[in-house]
């Protein structure tokens, strides 16, 4: 379980293909502090941590987890947001993140409002039952708020200590990222679905 809240950006130094998985080297400043078999989160997709050699960590993604998310995309020298698991004893300073990615959403615009930043993202709109207005999402692992909803867009302000510290600044018109949605939202809808 996860909060939203960004500890590290990673760098991807190595991408290896076996089979339908993809094995990830990634660089960051929290790596050497990790253990084999600890959950991280990587772009909001929790992988297990196989091997660690000095300030690099080692993950690999499944078929399963390429398809749903951004992570088949991934190359060297990309930044990614790094979140280890919560404490129990933590603050929950976002919200309840579980790293399992729903689907992946589309940047359709980017507004620099001198002072902070609206980022505009294209979602598919069979989910559009689980995005309402000021609530929040996990967006490559970020915890946000979302307004402006549409049946299949929403979008999200950026303070500048968000846009400095995660890989939103790095984003271009086009680019995936990686979505989960509220883990309590997904509950209500799931139960309803069997109320009719």
């Known amino acids: 379980m996860f909060t939203g809240i960004i ?8 991408v290896d ?6 094995t990830f080297w990634i660089k960051s400043a929290i790596s ?12 909001g997709a929790c992988l297990t941590v196989e091997e660690i050699n000095g300030n ?14 951004n ?20 603050r929950l300073d976002g919200h309840l993140v579980q790293g399992h990615v729903d689907t992946t959403a589309t940047l ?4 620099d409002l001198s002072g902070s930043w609206q980022y505009t993202f294209a979602y598919p709109p069979e989910f559009a039952g689980l ?3 000021k609530g929040s999402i996990s967006l490559n692992g970020i915890s946000l708020t979302i307004f402006n909803v549409t049946e299949s867009k929403f979008s999200v302000a950026i303070i500048p200590y968000t846009y400095e510290h995660t890989n939103l600044k790095e984003l271009s018109t086009g680019d995936e990222v990686n979505l989960e ?4 939202g997904k509950y209500v809808n799931r139960i309803m679905q069997f109320k009719r």
């Open 181 to 184: 949605f509220d883990m309590m």
């Open 71 to 90: 992570l088949g995309h991934w190359k060297p020298d990309d930044s990614i947001n790094l979140e280890r698991c919560l404490a129990l004893n933590g």
């Open 131 to 133: 995005v309402i207005e």
């Open 108 to 111: 359709e615009q980017a507004i």
């Open 56 to 69: 690099s960590h080692r993950v690999t993604a499944v078929q399963e987890t390429l398809h749903k998310t």
């Open 17 to 22: 293909q076996h089979g339908t998985n993809k």
């Open 7 to 14: 500890e590290a950006l990673g760098t991807i130094i190595d």
């Open 32 to 43: 050497s502090q990790l253990k084999v078999d600890q959950s991280l989160s990587h772009d």
